[in-house]
């Protein structure tokens, strides 16, 4: 069981680390992240954990720290973006920096300390709170003791400067955060507000969370889908932009698919549900941007591991430079005291502990501005890795947007007879290719026909179909459904998908249907590479005369086709060499399941698209666009150029 709690106040990332050791253990609690970016606890527990025991451990470890249920504000980011908060500090910071500068033009003792107790107030008041409540090293503690110190040895201007900084750092991070927290904050603006259901001939208003499969929601113009669903009434327009970053309005007509979150912008349209609002597109992404945010990579882990043991080591070790060598003869104890001064305050942790998540946070705010989902920081750390890139080919680097191109009936068969076989049998399928015949030829099949059978993965659609007392069993997909059931069909050599058609046992000719490139899809292959990434191939269950045409017009590196759903995975632990960690899959079908699982890094073309390809993937890219896959590898990389710069600066 998973459960997210609002925790605020929270400023000591010590203390945090803190708290996480205290939540382990509490009995049934297997995982405790505190996320200080974005205020967010997630807990994994095995039962249900009473908030007030973590209220009283968290205060246990800093007194005002509050703790309380996530639902309180926005899902998927904090109840407000800090924006308040950080003005109010850069005017206490400007008043700090004023008064320290009249007191170094003084030189007078006292107006160091009025200096000093502007600058030092916030950082002396949140170590005695932390002091008095039993936790004695942390960052807060550390930089008093080393100012207060420096003032006991009449180094005013040092102490004064050392809070003002502290401070600064402190204020410079916070901003950060809270710019990051308003790009993914955009996305949860998306959440609509309310639903308008229409019952019994009349409007109710209602939340979103009540609505349930079947609901009919009136959206009036400049109202938000609150769900999913097939438009039944009228004629509208919609802005996407809020859920793919598509600026282009999308057309919305009986028949045609409403998202929920998207803005309508046209007339009024009337949806029938397809689903309860925790279903729909909206709740999916706030779902995904809550994990993203929760989930530590290995580095953020470490270091966190790290800040544990490293506090009370420093401390130590400057306790035994201020005391050992003067005992040894070997200077003064003011001028040691001094050193192990100067040490306190250059080792304090925050620098690590606090830089390290905030760059990953910044990262997954700048890949959410560009309509890319990353589900958490570990997915960059496994993109940087990336040697091969591989790519489904239908509804990825093609438009899977499939029309009839040619209807070739075999000896002695009608046309119409074989496009109404084929329509009745790929009536039960929801491909692409299946749904262009189906819908082709749909006024060809007689009403109240009960038709029924199934998809033969990889193969294509067996059905059975009864009339005047007589069963019919056909059969419409490619040459090794054909070869199961002992039906010889003719090779064809054109380009396009080749769907063969038989009824009981006797072929009846095929269908060729056609998709398009996308017309960004080369444009994307040329920017990968410009990134580094040499080898781009494409794994496709289609043709092979098909596929190699695709892979000539995009100059790929290679490709493999008439792959079942579980050869893809095969293929590319094949042409990888067995190293699937290296690998990134990009698909957008539900079939591509497995293989997006199994690569180091699996991207889901389409948050729109498959349900089951976006929970298996790492990364989702909302708008379809193929060259989203070159803006994660930049983003990626230049989010782990900043933590890495971040960790060796702070440890040098």
């Not at 069993?473 to 038989?502: C, F, T």
Request: hydrophobic residues 45%; contains cysteine; aromatic residues 6%.
């Amino acid at each position: 069981m998973k459960r997210r709690l609002r925790i605020e106040n929270l400023e000591c990332s010590g203390c945090a680390a803190k708290m996480e050791d205290l939540m382990l253990r509490i009995p049934g609690v297997t995982t405790a992240s505190i996320n200080m970016s974005d205020g967010i606890l997630t807990l994994d527990c095995d039962g249900d954990v009473a908030i007030e025991t973590l209220r009283e451990l968290t205060r246990s470890v800093e007194p005002d720290v509050t703790v309380s249920p996530a639902d309180d504000a926005p899902r998927g980011v904090p109840a407000d973006d800090g924006r308040d908060e950080t003005k109010h500090e850069a005017i206490s910071l400007v008043i700090a920096a004023a008064v320290f500068a009249a007191a170094f033009f003084l030189g007078h003792p006292a107006a160091y300390a009025a200096a000093y107790a502007v600058a030092a107030y916030p950082v002396l008041r949140s170590a005695a709170k932390t002091f008095w409540a039993g936790n004695y090293l942390n960052e807060f503690t550390l930089m008093s003791f080393a100012s207060l110190a420096a003032i006991a040895i009449d180094k005013f201007p040092e102490a004064v400067s050392v809070m003002l900084f502290y401070r600064v750092g402190e204020f410079l991070q916070e901003r950060a955060a809270s710019n990051s927290r308003r790009s993914i904050k955009a996305l949860a603006a998306s959440k609509p507000a309310f639903a308008r259901l229409r019952r019994g001939g009349a409007e109710e208003m209602t939340s979103p969370e009540l609505v349930r499969e079947g609901d009919i929601v009136i959206i009036r113009p400049g109202e938000k889908i609150p769900v999913d669903g097939e438009v039944i009434e009228g004629v509208s327009s919609a802005d996407m932009s809020s859920l793919t970053g598509e600026s282009e309005p999308v057309v919305l007509s009986a028949g045609d698919r409403a998202f929920g979150g998207a803005l309508n912008i046209g007339g009024l349209i009337a949806v029938r549900s397809s689903g309860d609002f925790e279903d729909s597109t909206v709740a999916r992404i706030m779902d995904m941007v809550e994990n993203a945010i929760s989930k530590k990579s290995k580095t953020e882990r470490f270091i966190t591991a790290f800040a544990r043991y490293y506090t009370p080591a420093v401390v130590s070790l400057a306790a035994v430079v201020a005391v050992v060598p003067p005992l040894l003869g070997f200077g003064g104890f003011s001028a040691w005291l001094y050193k192990a001064l100067v040490m306190l305050v250059i080792s304090c942790p925050c620098a690590l502990v606090i830089s390290i998540p905030l760059g990953y946070f910044g990262g997954i705010g700048a890949a959410s501005r560009r309509g890319i989902l990353v589900k958490g920081g570990g997915v960059f750390d496994a993109v940087t890795n990336v040697k091969k890139i591989f790519f489904d080919k239908t509804g990825t680097l093609t438009e899977g947007v499939f029309t009839v191109t040619e209807i070739d009936p075999a000896g002695g068969v009608q046309r119409d007879e074989l496009a109404r076989s084929a329509a009745m049998a790929e009536s039960l399928s929801n491909h692409p290719i299946a749904r262009s015949i189906a819908n082709k030829f749909s006024g060809l099949i007689e009403p109240n026909l009960n038709i029924s059978g199934g998809e033969e993965p990889g193969m294509g659609v067996s059905a059975v179909y009864g009339a005047s007392g007589k069963t019919t069993r056909l059969l419409a997909g490619n040459l090794k459904l054909m070869a199961s059931r002992g039906i010889s069909a003719p090779q064809s050599s054109g380009a396009g998908a080749i769907v063969h058609v038989a009824e009981d046992e006797n072929y009846l000719g095929s269908i060729t249907v056609s998709d398009r490139i996308r017309a960004e899809s080369r444009n994307a292959i040329e920017r990968i590479r410009e990134n580094g990434i040499g080898d781009v191939f494409m794994l496709t269950g289609d043709r092979e005369k098909t596929a190699e045409a695709v892979a000539g017009e995009l100059n790929l590196s290679g490709y493999r086709a008439e792959l079942m759903p579980d050869g893809k995975v095969a293929a590319i632990d094949e042409m990888a060499g067995g190293d699937l960690a290296s690998c990134m899959f990009v698909g957008d079908g539900a079939n591509d399941g497995p293989v997006l699982a199994s690569v180091g890094t699996g991207v889901a073309m389409g948050g729109l698209g498959s349900e089951i390809a976006v929970e298996a993937a790492d990364a989702v890219i909302l708008d379809d666009s193929p060259s989203r896959v070159a803006d994660l590898l930049r983003i990626s990389r230049f989010t782990r150029k900043v933590v890495w710069q971040n960790i060796f600066a702070a440890m040098s």
